[in-house]
């Protein structure tokens, strides 16, 4: 089945009394961000999505795929699962090296050119992280931030899912600026659930959770869409500064005075 758009319908909060936001559509392309404070219900929403809830959740909530409900005993074909999650806490339990870990993967996906598609991944993948990611390094051995961005690519590129989903990628200090420039040249849907500024901003369309429930749709207007074209700027100073810490330089007040003048121009 070809997914078009999504919909979701609202249910309710924790304490049960209905949502503000009674529904909204997800189409390809979008890219939408999900934020509201710790423990109000982003991830419980992220989550309704990739279960296509039919009221059958805490939340109450139905997921429509092209304006149908799906049916309970509705399952995917695994390897055409329209969904990828990539989740707060992933660990890979597997000790291939990445090499084949992603040549499975695309074997299974059924990919023509298994060599291109896997180079493509890490490239994709080493853009996000600061430390390279190897073919022939364990799964388990890779870092937070490399086990995040090599998942995001391989949901991006061989996963060819429609859907992706991911939850607080800032935390795991891959480039999110970065990623989402990449992810825009994707004809895909991505959820962002996110603390960040930045992220929210340079998505579509932001919902706004409190106690569980979804409270408003907020569309990023052109003000909002010049606030982060400046917060990029920031962004990029404090990765900048990132960068010469974790090569183990120093910042002199000639390097923080060079970094900060290209906010005042
Ligand atoms: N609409 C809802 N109805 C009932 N329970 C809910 C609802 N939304 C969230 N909860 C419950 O509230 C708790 C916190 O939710 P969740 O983990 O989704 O928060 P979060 O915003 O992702 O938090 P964090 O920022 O810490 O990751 C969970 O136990 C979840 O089951
Ligand atoms: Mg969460």
Do not use: W
């Amino acid at each position: 089945m070809e997914i078009r758009k999504i919909t979701i319908i609202g249910g309710n909060g924790k304490d049960g009394s209905k949502e503000a936001v009674e529904r909204f559509d997800l189409k390809m392309g979008d890219i939408v961000s999900i934020v509201g404070p710790t423990g109000c219900g982003k991830t419980t929403l992220i989550n309704d999505i990739e279960l296509f809830a039919n009221r059958n959740t805490p939340s109450g909530r139905q997921v429509l795929i092209n304006d149908e409900a799906v049916p309970e005993d509705f399952s995917f074909d695994p390897s055409k699962h329209p969904i990828a999650m990539i989740s707060q806490h992933t660990n890979f339990l597997s000790d291939l090296p990445v090499g084949e870990f992603l040549t499975i993967h695309a074997t299974v996906r059924g990919a023509e050119n298994i060599d291109k598609i896997l180079q493509e991944t890490l490239d994709f993948a080493n853009k996000l992280t600061g430390e390279a990611i190897i073919k022939e390094t364990a799964m388990t051995e890779l870092s937070g931030g490399q086990t995040r961005s090599l998942l995001i690519a391989d949901a991006v590129v061989i996963g060819n899912s429609p859907i992706i989903l991911l939850d607080e990628i800032e935390n795991a200090g891959i480039d999110r600026t970065k990623a989402l420039e990449l992810l825009k040249g994707y004809e895909k849907i991505f959820v962002f659930v996110t603390h960040d500024p930045c992220i929210a901003l340079l998505s579509d369309f932001r919902i706004v959770l409190k106690n569980g429930a979804m409270q408003r749709l907020i569309t990023t207007g052109q003000e909002e869409k010049s606030a982060a074209t400046e917060m990029k700027k920031m962004d990029d100073i404090m990765l900048s500064f990132r960068s010469i810490i974790r090569a183990g330089d120093e910042i002199s007040e000639d390097i923080l005075n060079e970094k900060m003048s290209v906010l005042t121009c």
